[in-house]
């Protein structure tokens, strides 16, 4: 079975401040897919990010950029000049690739920036 | 991407009723997916429902509780019965595209 968890609750962080997000997971498989996803207040899910376990280079979307470390089974998020727009859940996700394509979830970060 | 719609937004239920959620894509898609978030908590996949086949359940959901109807390949209704208060959660549909999962915007039920 594959588990993912993500140890910080809570994040709050200045306004044009770059801040880290803490995901580990653990499969016995070596074929996969990490995700990061965003949930507002709004509620609506939104990808963020994704990244394929057999690319070493880390993937990057703007001012999003993910630290793989396949070894380590760590996959943080970085986020770049924070804006306020950034408040929100962050749940990072792991999908195998063979197999059923369900969702693992952790148990997400409340992330605050402050003005 | 996908454009993927869900009614109602918001309900609140008494105990012991029923409630069906719908879903609706913009596209034709082999497999939706049907995920509880409960007050507070992350995501859990509810059920896989493929057209034309029975949807298939996670451990800890059951046919009986969580019955799924998927008659076509752009719409899936996922109904909740005999509530209690423990039902009451954020129930979001999603489909995948190109490795990519796509979600509703949520209903959020509340029993009471």
């Known amino acids: 079975a594959q588990t993912v968890t993500q140890s910080q609750p809570e994040m709050s962080v200045q306004e044009a401040e770059t801040v880290t997000l803490s995901c580990t997971y653990d499969?016995?498989?070596?074929?996969?897919?990490l995700f990061w996803y965003k949930q507002p207040p709004s509620r609506q899910m939104i990808l963020v990010i994704r990244q394929e376990a057999y690319k070493q280079q880390n993937a990057t979307e703007n001012r999003f950029s993910v630290n793989f470390q396949k070894a380590a089974k760590s996959f943080s998020l970085k986020i770049s000049d924070s804006q306020l727009g950034d408040t929100a859940m962050y749940f990072c996700?792991?999908?195998?690739?063979?197999?059923?394509?369900?969702?693992?979830f952790g148990q997400g970060t409340r992330l605050t920036i402050n003005p | 991407s996908a454009v993927i719609s869900q009614k109602p937004s918001r309900d609140i239920c008494q105990r012991g009723t029923s409630l069906t959620i719908q879903c609706q894509v913009d596209s034709q898609v082999t497999m939706m997916f049907w995920y509880r978030q409960q007050p507070g908590q992350s995501l859990t996949l509810i059920a896989t429902a493929n057209q034309g086949s029975e949807a298939t359940y996670e451990s800890g959901f059951v046919i009986d509780k969580f019955p799924i109807s998927r008659p076509n390949l752009t719409f899936s209704t996922l109904t909740v019965s005999n509530m209690s208060p423990e039902d009451s959660s954020i129930y979001l549909c999603?489909?995948?595209?190109?490795?990519?999962?796509?979600f509703g915007p949520g209903t959020r039920l509340t029993v009471l």
């Open positions: 996700a792991l999908r195998l690739i063979q197999g059923a394509q369900k969702l693992v």
């Open positions: 499969t016995s498989e070596n074929n996969y897919y």
């Open positions: 999603s489909l995948e595209v190109y490795n990519e999962q796509f």
